[in-house]
């Protein structure tokens, strides 16, 4: 991926082969939404996980939270299918973002392991606390709407709408890594008592940055909840030990701190998840569970992290040849 | 008045006093020196003066305003930076990302909207790192610059931001002894062509006597003496707190 034209040929038969994908294996189409799902889950842990080093373990809490403000939209607003369904998820992305700007202000002043253990009781608590609200269906859940569509519409209809979303949330992040707002949660990572001397407003930025995870979140959850077709608070909605652990696992697992890292992870694990549970039938939780220690063990910087290490200088760290100095600076 | 005055401060770790009424004033523009032996207290003063930790006593004030109770990223903001003894840079970052994103805050709030990082910066921030002598290893980690080299990046890092007035903890340690005549050189230019006032810490008697206007010695945590390079080179405290303390 070196020069530009070569970049964007790449993006454009990855797109490609994402639009045909549902007409080149019909039967696999749900799989491969939950593809571009863990794609987002990963991508959007990444942010603090990675790119910022707050390791948060209650990311979940964004994702079930939008899948119910959704769903809850979609069953008291009255309003058609479609719109009801839009409605919802622009509803449960914006409940999302609230939540993580009203929990960030007070959580990210913890620092390090002190917040991890912290967002470790925001997904169960909300379980708990969903399990216990009649509003929302309590500990019986909620059914979303029928969808409307022929038989086999649907699930053609959730694939794309979930790779819209990816398709969304990895060009925003990327351009958001390139400039200023990268840059200062990485200085954030790397040393925030230095950031803070330097004067950045660096609880603003950690604020944004959660906002941003809880963003994607909030819309995946929304749509989550609609291919499921029925939310439980705790086995589909803040589900803190599959999904939760997982975007963790799979941002390691590819390389946390870099923008592919966490897609290849996601890839490598979803792929290996499903042939786990085609071929291991009865032994695919013992092979996962395998398959996790051997991650944090052997492959602690992830995929990518290990060939940049390897590799330094094909990731533009060298000394450069020319001393010539540039002009116009003083 | 100068542009940082302090007066009376005191500071103490559980029953360690490591700053006892310590007065000092800083004229804009001017180089001024803080001395003192090992443990005297001179860090300690910085982090007081920059927010870093609540002080027990007495009045700080920048540019007339008391800023004793303000928090490290106000004081920043306010144009007062300091450099760590120990280096402080962002390790997983390359010195040129290190020097991008060391710009000035005050207009940053709009900084999330504003996302590009503009390529006057980026000249800047080349230009900088030129003048230190880094500009060759700007790809590199700064985490992988040697000692000496991340107390240069530091240091331009700080200019980056334009700071009215920089508080430099020990700029030269780890510096190769042949190019500490370069560093002075560089350190006078900041304070003659744009116009920084500095503050400075210094072991190396040799620099510390060559650049102050003015020094202030320190020694267990109490203000020793205070005048210029000639008077302090020889008061018999100063000379007998440093025998003292080897
Ligand atoms: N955070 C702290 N907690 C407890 N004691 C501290 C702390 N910081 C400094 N001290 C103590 O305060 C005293 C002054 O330390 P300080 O670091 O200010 O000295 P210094 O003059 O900068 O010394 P040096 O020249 O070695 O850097 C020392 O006795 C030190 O042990
Ligand atoms: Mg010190």
């Known amino acids: 991926m070196s020069t530009p034209i070569m970049r964007t040929l790449f993006y454009a038969s990855v797109v490609l082969l994402a639009l045909a994908a549902p007409l080149l294996a019909p039967a696999f189409k749900?799989?491969?939404?939950?593809?571009?799902?863990?794609?987002?889950?990963?991508?959007s842990w990444d942010i603090l996980g990675g790119q910022m080093g707050y390791n948060s373990f209650g990311n979940i809490l964004f994702f079930g939270v939008g899948m119910y403000a959704c769903a809850i939209v979609q069953r008291d607003s009255g309003l058609d299918y479609f719109p009801a369904l839009y409605v919802g998820m622009v509803t449960?992305?914006?409940?999302?973002?609230?939540?993580?700007?009203?929990?960030?202000?007070?959580?990210?002043?913890?620092?390090?392991?002190?917040?991890?253990?912290?967002?470790?009781?925001?997904?169960?608590?909300?379980?708990?606390?969903?399990?216990?609200?009649?509003?929302?269906?309590?500990?019986?859940?909620?059914?979303?709407?029928?969808?409307?569509?022929?038989?086999?519409?649907?699930?053609?209809?959730?694939?794309y709408l979930m790779f819209a979303i990816a398709a969304m949330t990895f060009p925003v992040l990327r351009w958001l890594y390139a400039g200023r707002f990268g840059l200062t949660i990485n200085a954030i990572r790397d040393d925030e008592d230095k950031a803070e001397a330097m004067g950045i407003h660096t609880t603003l930025y950690k604020t944004a940055a959660w906002c941003t995870s809880a963003f994607f979140l909030g819309l995946t959850g929304a749509v989550v909840g609609n291919m499921i077709g029925f939310i439980d608070p705790r086995d589909v909605a803040f589900t803190g030990a599959t999904y939760g652990v997982w975007m963790i696992l799979m941002a390691i697992l590819g390389g946390k701190g870099t923008l592919w890292g966490p897609v290849i992870g996601a890839v490598v694990f979803h792929v290996t998840q499903q042939l786990f549970w085609t071929y291991l039938l009865g032994w695919q939780r013992v092979a996962l569970g395998l398959l996790i220690v051997?991650?944090?063990?052997?492959?602690?910087?992830?995929?990518l992290g290990w060939a940049r290490e390897r590799w330094p200088e094909r990731f533009g760290h060298k000394v450069q040849q020319d001393l010539k100095p540039v002009q116009g600076g003083k | 008045m100068g542009i940082l005055e302090v007066k009376g401060v005191r500071k103490t770790f559980g029953g360690v006093i490591a700053n006892s009424d310590i007065s000092l004033s800083v004229p804009e523009g001017k180089i001024i020196g803080l001395i003192g032996p090992n443990g005297s207290g001179k860090t300690t003063l910085f982090n007081s003066i920059v927010g870093y930790h609540p002080i027990d006593g007495g009045s700080i004030r920048f540019l007339a305003r008391e800023i004793s109770r303000l928090r490290v990223p106000q004081i920043a903001r306010l144009g007062l930076i300091r450099t760590f003894q120990q280096t402080r840079i962002y390790g997983k970052m390359s010195c040129l990302q290190n020097m991008q994103i060391s710009v000035p805050q005050t207009l940053q709030r709009w900084g999330l909207v504003m996302n590009k990082i503009p390529a006057e910066d980026t000249e800047r921030a080349e230009g900088l790192l030129e003048f230190v002598g880094l500009y060759a290893k700007r790809h590199l980690f700064a985490g992988d610059l040697s000692f000496g080299q991340q107390k240069l990046l530091e240091f331009a890092m700080a200019l980056m931001i334009r700071p009215r007035m920089l508080l430099l903890d020990e700029p030269t340690a780890g510096i190769n002894p042949t190019l500490i005549n370069a560093l002075i050189s560089r350190l006078r230019r900041v304070s003659t062509e744009l116009g920084i006032t500095l503050l400075v810490i210094e072991h190396n008697m040799r620099v510390i006597m060559d650049l102050a206007e003015y020094i202030y010695c320190l020694a267990h945590g109490e203000l020793l003496a205070e005048g210029k390079p000639e008077t302090i080179q020889n008061d018999q405290r100063v000379v007998d707190a440093y025998l003292g303390a080897h």
């Open chain 1, 294 to 303: 051997i991650i944090v063990v052997f492959f602690p910087l992830g995929i």
């Open chain 1, 92 to 159: 449960g992305a914006m409940v999302a973002v609230g939540f993580a700007a009203v929990l960030g202000s007070g959580m990210l002043g913890l620092r390090g392991h002190y917040f991890a253990i912290g967002t470790l009781g925001l997904g169960i608590a909300a379980g708990e606390f969903a399990s216990g609200w009649d509003y929302i269906g309590a500990g019986s859940g909620l059914l979303t709407p029928l969808f409307p569509g022929e038989i086999g519409g649907r699930e053609t209809f959730f694939y």
């Open chain 1, 30 to 43: 749900t799989q491969m939404a939950f593809l571009w799902v863990m794609i987002v889950f990963a991508l």
